[in-house]
């Protein structure tokens, strides 16, 4: 069974920086893509950066630039290290994975595993 748990959410000011974190376990395929999610209220579930098992990545245009995703294989750990926050990232921040490649899609619907989420604020 796949387990993912989030951390490293916080409350920041407009500028500032966070580095979120996601233990993974249970999974065993060498093929995978992984990814961090944000849903802020009111609004869909949107992808934010996407990380595949040959190491590439993909990120959505707002976040371009100043936000990095990279993965720990030792650790099982991925992470999402956010710089230049603005009030309009605050949101909950999801990690999600899945067995197929992320050059299959990263949308929502193509992840069935899923952390429980971990609140960022950023204040301006």
């Known amino acids: 069974q796949v387990q993912l748990v989030e951390s490293g959410g916080g409350s920041v000011q407009s500028g500032g920086s966070l580095r979120l974190s996601c233990a993974a376990s249970?999974?065993?395929?060498?093929?995978?893509?992984m990814g961090w999610f944000r849903q802020a209220p009111g609004k869909e579930r949107e992808v934010v950066a996407a990380i595949d098992s040959d190491g590439s990545a993909t990120y959505a245009d707002a976040v371009k630039g100043r936000f990095t995703i990279s993965q720990d294989n030792r650790k099982n750990t991925l992470y999402l290290q956010m710089n230049s926050l603005k009030p309009e990232d605050t949101a909950m921040y999801y990690c999600?994975?899945?067995?197929?490649?992320?050059?299959?899609?990263?949308?929502?619907?193509?992840?069935?595993?899923w952390g429980q989420g971990t609140q960022v604020t950023v204040s301006s």
């Open positions: 249970g999974y065993t395929s060498s093929s995978y893509c």
């Open positions: 999600a994975a899945t067995w197929k490649s992320c050059y299959g899609g990263v949308s929502a619907a193509n992840f069935p595993y």
